[in-house]
């Protein structure tokens, strides 16, 4: 059998290439080790009629009009706007810190923009930024650090936040005002019907083949392709010839109740060391169901399993760099996605970063 390109792995990344290259009239292959599509976005319903996701809650969210009109294409969508809140001196408070944060823990009465913004310069420290804790303390002290990041930050990576670098922080704003949404893109929707039936959209065309259960270095010797697009871990793909990246995995234990809910809010976190989960979600938040079951899951952070998290250290990033110079040896072979190129992406971002590698390889082939 014979391809223009086999695609490695059926995540967002890989099926947004699919889809583009096909429409392209491209023969494409796409394969994944797992026993179905969609990679970490997989849902499902479960046995409450609960639409889980079973690699724990994915949110779209985006500022980008091009990328919301592709998958626009795929999905019908449903209003969604994300609210977390961090249990903390046995009260809920907003997460990222606004206004209200700061009211609810200091026990304050800050009435403006200006009022919060005085007390957190109060607060903060003046810091030369090396590391995740100097990120926080330098936003909001050390206080603050020590209540809603330590705990949690040392719980999600398995490190002191010492030894993270700057970059796991830094994207986690601070807010004056009042608004306790967890994002402020312009586009805040989930897929109506799901991630799964929209990825399945995606992979209709008739000249995209699926392949699951199919790990890349068993793939059978009978398959021809011209092009490869890899969107696996990197240092799988060169048989951890220079040592094995460092990626933090999660357990996931998944609780089912017969009411209605089982929180007040979609998410909770857990930054004390002492409650070894993480967080808690409840699913029927983020799809908007309305029956009288839910279910829950409890993320539990683990080094053991697959991989979820690049765990962003110096000695990973040069251990990548590695890796990287090898793959750029490679003809006719592309590297993308989180595990391919040991990055964090939203949702948006790596169907951006596909959008415009599909575009360069078309115009080559046009």
Known sequence: MDY??????????????????????????????????????????????????????????????IVFDYLSKFTEWIKYEHKVVAFVDNKYVPIPINRNTLNLIFNLNLKTDEEAT????????????????????????????????????????????????????????????????????????????????????????????????????DLDKKIHYKNLIYTGPIDYFFDYKYGKLQYRSIIFEFERYNKSHYQDYAVVNYPDEKVKYTRITEFKYLTGQNIDK??????????????????????????????????????NTTFIGRLAEFKYYNIDQAVASALLLSKKIIKEFD
């Open 4 to 65: 223009d390109f086999l695609i490695v792995g059926s995540g967002i990344s890989g099926c947004t290439i699919a889809e583009q290259l096909a429409s392209k009239s491209q023969k494409i292959l796409i394969i994944d080790k797992r026993n179905h599509i969609g990679g970490n976005l997989y849902d499902e319903y479960d046995q409450n009629n609960v639409l889980i996701h079973k690699y724990g809650p994915h949110i779209f969210h985006t500022n980008s009009k």
């Open 118 to 217: 005085q007390y957190l310069n109060k607060i903060k420290e003046d810091k030369i930024i090396k590391n995740s804790r100097d990120v926080v303390i330098s936003k909001v002290g050390n206080e603050l650090y020590k209540k809603l990041f330590e705990g949690y930050t040392k719980k999600q990576w398995g490190i002191s936040p010492e030894n993270l670098l700057p970059e796991i922080t830094k994207r986690i704003p601070v807010r004056i005002n009042t608004d306790d949404r967890y994002f402020t893109d312009i586009y805040q929707y989930m897929p109506k019907n799901g991630y799964t039936a929209m990825i399945k959209k995606m992979l209709s065309n008739e000249n995209i083949t699926t392949l699951i259960n199919t790990d890349f270095k």
């Open 294 to 331: 839910t279910t829950i899951v409890k993320e539990y952070p683990t080094n053991i399993g697959e991989e979820y998290y690049p765990i962003l250290t110096e000695a990973n990033i040069d251990l990548y760099k590695k890796y990287k110079l090898e793959a750029d040896k490679l003809p």
